[in-house]
C-alpha cells in the first residue's frame, strides 16, 4: 500500500464526498501492451489497482463502490484470456477473503452468475454469505453483467407479478422498478470513474446512472491510484448537481 494520501486530503469536504462510486476499469490489455508483457500481467495487476482503491474508498468514508469486472460482451475475447479471467477473479477471492472480513467489507456479485463456472459461483457464494454481517463499505462487483439484461430481468419479474394478479399495472413506478434491479441494496452511483480515455458506458447500470456525474481519465486502469481518485473527487466537488432542477 501507498504511504501517501491515507487521510482524507485536507481539500475534500467529506459531506460532499460521492456515497456511491462506479468504475469502469479500462485499460488493462493497453498498459500490458505497453510494458511488452502479456494481457493477463495487465489483468493481474487491474487486481492490485482495485485492492488499493477499495481500502482508499473505506479509508475516506465512502459507503459503496462498484467495479465492471466482466460484461456480458467479454465472452468474446479469446478462450484463454476469458479462462485466465475466471480463475483470477477465483483466486483473488479465496487469498482475500479474510482481509475482506478484517476490513469489515460487504461484498456482493451481481450479474447473471448462472453461466460463470461452477467452482466460482461457489467460492462467490461463500464470499458473500461471510461477509453479509459486515458493516463496512459495500463492494459490488459486476460478473456476467449487462445493463440491458438486467433491465429485461427486472421487467419480466414485474410482468409475472402482473400476470398472476400480485400487482397492478398502475402500482408500477421507478421505486418499485429499482426494488427488481440486481442493486436494490444500495443506492445509484453519484460518481461513474471510467479509465483509458473511453467515452461510453459499455452497458454498465444504465438505469442506476440516470444521475451519475461522469469522470474520464486517460490513464489506464493498473494506474489508478489514489492520487488519480483524489483527482476524480475534486473534480466531482466542483460539479452542481441540480438534477434536473435550476
Not at 113 to 126: F, G, K, M
Request: hydrophobic share 40%; with cysteine.
Amino acid at each position: 500500500m501507498p504511504t501517501i494520501l491515507q487521510e482524507l486530503p485536507s481539500d475534500l469536504d467529506q459531506d460532499r464526498l460521492p456515497r456511491h462510486v462506479a468504475v469502469i476499469m479500462d485499460g488493462n490489455g493497453r498498459w500490458a501492451k505497453r510494458k511488452g508483457l502479456p494481457r493477463i500481467m495487465g489483468h493481474r495487476q487491474g487486481v492490485d489497482a482495485l485492492k488499493g482503491l477499495l481500502r482508499c474508498c473505506n479509508d475516506w468514508g465512502i459507503q459503496a463502490l462498484t467495479a465492471y469486472a466482466f460484461s456480458t460482451e467479454n465472452w468474446g475475447r479469446p478462450h484463454e484470456e476469458v479462462d485466465f479471467l475466471m480463475t483470477l477473479f477465483e483466486r483473488v477471492l479465496v487469498r482475500e477473503l479474510q482481509e475482506m472480513m478484517k476490513e469489515n467489507v460487504r461484498i456482493q456479485f451481481v450479474g447473471n452468475l448462472a453461466d460463470l463456472p461452477r467452482s466460482l459461483q461457489e467460492q462467490i457464494e461463500r464470499s458473500m454469505q461471510e461477509t453479509k454481517n459486515n458493516r463496512g463499505i459495500q463492494f459490488t462487483v459486476a460478473t456476467n453483467y449487462g445493463g440491458r439484461q438486467e433491465i429485461l430481468h427486472a421487467a419480466r419479474a414485474i410482468a409475472t407479478q402482473v400476470q398472476q394478479g400480485h400487482l397492478q399495472p398502475d402500482e408500477i413506478d421507478e421505486a418499485l422498478f429499482s426494488r427488481h434491479l440486481y442493486t436494490a441494496n444500495v443506492c445509484d452511483p453519484d460518481l461513474l470513474i471510467r479509465t483509458s480515455g473511453e467515452m461510453r458506458l459499455s452497458n454498465f447500470l444504465l438505469w442506476q446512472m440516470a444521475y451519475a456525474e461522469l469522470y474520464i481519465t486517460d490513464a489506464l486502469w493498473p494506474d489508478f491510484d489514489r492520487v488519480q481518485f483524489h483527482q476524480a473527487l475534486s473534480a466531482y466537488q466542483q460539479r452542481d448537481r441540480r438534477f434536473g432542477k435550476v
